[in-house]
């Protein structure tokens, strides 16, 4: 699988965990709930964002070795 294509499932996984964390917390409004969304829901959030960026440097330098050995 290319990089580009899991940046994409990545993106497309990460709207849909948002959208249902979204839809959970309408009917979930304790302090339990806050309390995951600061764990995991955020801290999720930051390492999918961390992760994008390593894929595009990734996808960066994967291009400059295949135009290197052309």
Known sequence: ???????????????????????????WRDSKAADFEELYISELAHCVNSAMRVLEELEHLLDKIHADCE
Do not use: D, F, V
Request: proline fraction near 0%.
């Open 1 to 27: 699988m290319s990089s580009a294509a899991s940046r994409g499932l990545l993106t497309l996984a990460t709207r849909q965990l948002q959208a249902r964390w979204s839809e959970t917390r309408n009917s």
